[in-house]
Nanobody
């Protein structure tokens, strides 16, 4: 059974930084993309970033490009999201997600439980 467990959320001032972690277990992730989505109150869940597990190729939403960096540690089966220059509009619950590369990046197969990120202005 695949499990994705996020950690690292919290409260930070605008302009600050946070690093989220997602520990993945339950299978090998070759052929998968691992990524992050977020959902602000009253909004739909939106894509943030993903990384292709095998190749390391990254892709970002325009809203976070240049500020957020996604990475993975294959030995630890962990994905990270380094968030810099945080803005109040980055406030959301952040979800780790895993999906096969053969399917749309918008519909991952697995989700974590989410971690709250709050940016105060």
């Amino acid at each position: 059974q695949v499990q994705l467990v996020e950690s690292g959320g919290g409260l930070v001032q605008a302009g600050g930084s946070l690093r989220l972690s997602c520990a993945a277990s339950g299978r090998t992730f070759g052929g998968y993309r691992m990524g992050w989505f977020r959902q602000a109150p009253g909004e739909e869940r939106e894509f943030v970033a993903h990384i292709i597990w095998n190749s390391g190729i990254r892709y970002y939403a325009d809203s976070v490009k240049g500020r957020f960096t996604i990475s993975r540690d294959m030995a630890k089966n962990t994905v990270y999201l380094e968030m810099n220059s945080l803005k109040s509009e980055d406030t959301a619950v952040y979800y780790c997600a895993a999906g096969t590369v053969s399917t749309s990046y918008k519909t991952p197969n697995y989700w974590g439980q989410g971690t709250q990120v709050t940016v105060s202005s």
